[in-house]
């Protein structure tokens, strides 16, 4: 068993996709606006209040809060992004260039973190599942589990590496330095490199349109 990792890093990723959703133009945001934030702010405190400093206590209801508010931010960004491609599509949405990608960056980096969430949560069975030593194959292979001497005795991955993860995927549109070793992981990752493309796509291609 570890030494469960400390909070401060997967919380603050939420809460800046949480301040994301909440920017978002009321077209593309789920009605009413602030529910779903209201309702992830929520399960943040809930989650806070049971793990404060380190993330190590084991609880079916907290690992069922954790996947729930990673589902809802999945959710709402998705919702909002379908809303922007179809109208990116239909010619009924992106009038101004600045306002269009930033709107459009706001959903990207959201999604980037949804997906750290998610690959973070299920990797050997998330951050306490890890702490435990429960699952014996890892879902991701990283550079220290190959190079042992790389990296600190007993060393496990943490929220900030699985974010790295999901960023370089969003932007390589395929694996870098961490490899998926199971099925879903590299089917996880394939979805995100395509939602990832087909919203960059879209918004640049039309603020090129909207600039000439």
Request: charged content about 15%.
């Amino acid at each position: 068993m570890t030494q469960g990792e400390n909070r401060w890093a997967s919380t603050a990723a939420v809460l800046t996709a949480v301040a994301l959703q909440w920017t978002l133009p009321e077209r593309l945001s789920v009605k009413p606006e602030w529910l779903l934030p209201g309702l992830e702010i929520a399960l943040v405190l809930a989650l806070i209040a049971g793990n404060p400093r380190r993330i190590e206590r084991s609880s079916q209801i907290y690992r069922l809060a954790e996947l729930v508010l990673t589902a809802l931010i999945s959710a709402a960004n998705g919702w909002s992004a379908v809303r922007l491609v179809v109208g990116l599509v239909t010619g009924t949405e992106g009038s101004d260039a600045t306002s269009l990608l930033v709107t459009g960056g706001g959903i990207w980096l959201t999604n980037v973190i949804a997906f750290a969430l998610w690959y973070w949560e299920w990797d050997r069975g998330g951050p306490v599942a890890r702490a435990h030593a429960t699952h014996r194959y890892p879902d991701f292979l990283f550079p220290q589990m190959q190079s042992p001497e790389l990296a600190p005795p007993h060393w496990e991955p943490a929220f900030p590496d699985y974010f790295y993860l999901s960023f370089t995927n969003a932007t390589a549109f395929s694996p870098t330095d961490v490899m998926p070793v199971t099925r879903w992981a590299k089917m996880l990752m394939m979805l995100q490199s395509a939602v990832s493309l087909l919203t960059v796509l879209l918004v640049v291609a039309r603020a090129v349109n909207i600039l000439k």
